[in-house]
């Protein structure tokens, strides 16, 4: 990363202050003892694993499928699931991987059901809005992020948000994706590949600009 | 540094990406909403069940005693039926146990039907043989007399004769030479020859 390339980012309008944003961390894991009481039924222990883990849900929910509301529902019926399915959890696997299985899967029919609604409609097509795009600050743009996103296919875009922003292993991805380490591997470092090359372009495009 | 690993030009990307979206308690608030009323229905068809079932406890109960019991006769039948084809099997001759048996088998027939001719199917299983006569008291042990015909390709040797009422003494000669008692009836030792026979009772 060269330090112009920083520069030009930093060059997009902003309607914040121009400080690069700080990383922000995974949010603290539920306690093994809440998430044993909300496995045992306890309704207030299932409450905290919700608030503890909605927001992570959401997010990858929101950046699979471009649409908040598809997304919270997505989210809704994951949690459903999650309390229905929760007495067959097995402490040996890590809860978020158990947990992003559920929710991956859910997108995943939720992105089917939506493509196929989308050939029959597809003057609404327009309509379905992606991600903010209003939200503009010093550093990126969301909307550069969405069409960098959109340039991935489905499964890199799935295994490079796992990987890289919701903290998985490799191993974890490829219980979630049900396929190989070797596969998922590749298919992080083509969306890494590919990424940097949307990054590149959109750079070239500011300079001629 | 590997290809999937995050260089300098990624990371701002991703420290995008991580951002949280913006909460809304409301939204965790729906989600425990919808789980609850999930609980409820599934509660509610748990409890339907269960009533439905204990309105039809009595017709529920006599169905199970109906099978159990059913169960349990054919299952003492079957041990029943074993056992008798076992003890078939076994049972040496008439000597110890079936002399009674015999006497009450003469009484049966009675008199009366000395005359009367039944027709009574004898059969043998034997896959080596090439000839089976059957010889008995009805036609003084001539193995000329009634010879066995065989099933097609198969081990099963038969003659169906014609026999007056009463018990009679059998047995087959295999190949001319082999004395050989029906498995599948009862036998009898002759005390003036000392070889075994059949026995079957015709009535």
Redesign the interface.
């Known amino acids: 990363?060269t330090a112009a390339?920083?520069r030009h980012?930093r060059a997009v309008p902003s309607d914040r202050p121009a400080s690069?944003?700080?990383?922000?961390d995974?949010?603290a894991v539920l306690s093994r003892e809440t998430l044993l009481n909300a496995r045992d039924g306890d309704p207030v222990a299932?409450?905290q694993l919700?608030?503890t883990y909605?927001?992570?849900c959401?997010?990858f929910a929101?950046?699979l499928l471009s649409s908040?509301e598809d997304a919270?529902e997505c989210?809704?019926d994951t949690?459903?699931r999650v309390?229905?399915a929760l007495h067959r959890y097995e402490e040996r696997e890590r809860f978020d991987a158990w947990l992003f299985r559920i929710l991956a899967n859910r997108c995943r029919t939720a992105r089917r059901r939506l493509t196929r609604w989308r050939l029959f409609h597809s003057a609404d097509l327009d309509r379905v809005t992606p991600i903010s795009t209003s939200r503009v600050?010093g550093?990126?743009a969301?909307d550069e992020?969405w069409h960098?996103l959109g340039g991935l296919t489905e499964e890199q875009r799935e295994a490079f948000?796992l990987?890289?922003?919701e903290g998985l292993t490799y191993e974890d991805i490829a219980a979630v994706a049900g396929i190989a380490v070797t596969a998922v591997?590749m298919r992080?470092?083509r969306a890494?590949?590919r990424?940097?090359d949307t990054?590149n372009e959109a750079d070239a495009e500011r300079r001629d600009r | 540094m590997?290809?999937?690993?995050?260089?300098?030009?990624?990371?701002?990307?991703?420290?995008?990406?991580?951002?949280?979206?913006e909460?809304d308690p409301r939204?965790?608030k729906?989600?425990?909403a919808?789980?609850r009323q999930?609980?409820g229905l599934h509660n509610a068809r748990r409890r339907a069940l269960r009533r439905y079932f204990a309105r039809q406890g009595g017709w529920w109960a006599a169905a199970a005693v109906v099978v159990v019991g059913a169960g349990i006769t054919l299952f003492a039948r079957g041990a029943v039926l074993s056992r008798a084809r076992e003890s078939a099997t076994l049972i040496p001759t008439v000597d110890s146990v079936g002399t009674q048996l015999v006497t009450q088998a003469v009484d049966a027939a009675g008199d009366d039907s000395v005359e009367r001719l039944v027709a009574r199917k004898f059969t043998i299983e034997s896959l080596n043989a090439r000839q089976v006569s059957l010889v008995g008291d009805f036609n003084q042990w001539n193995p000329q007399r009634h010879r066995l015909h065989r099933d097609g390709k198969t081990a099963t040797w038969y003659i169906t004769v014609e026999l007056p009422a009463g018990l009679h003494k059998y047995a087959f000669i295999v190949n001319d030479s082999v004395w050989t008692t029906d498995p599948s009836a009862l036998r009898t030792v002759d005390r003036d020859f000392g070889v075994t026979s059949s026995l079957v009772l015709v009535q």
Do not use: G, K, T
């Open positions: 990363m390339r920083h980012l690069p944003p700080q990383p922000v995974v949010p299932f409450a919700v608030r909605y927001p992570r959401l997010r929101q950046h908040r919270e989210v809704q949690f459903v309390h229905r600050d550093f990126v969301r992020i960098a948000l990987r890289h922003v591997r992080v470092s890494c590949a990424l940097r990054i | 590997q290809n999937d690993e995050i260089d300098s030009s990624l990371q701002p990307w991703v420290d995008r990406l991580r951002e949280l979206p909460s939204a965790v729906r989600v425990l919808r789980v999930y609980d």
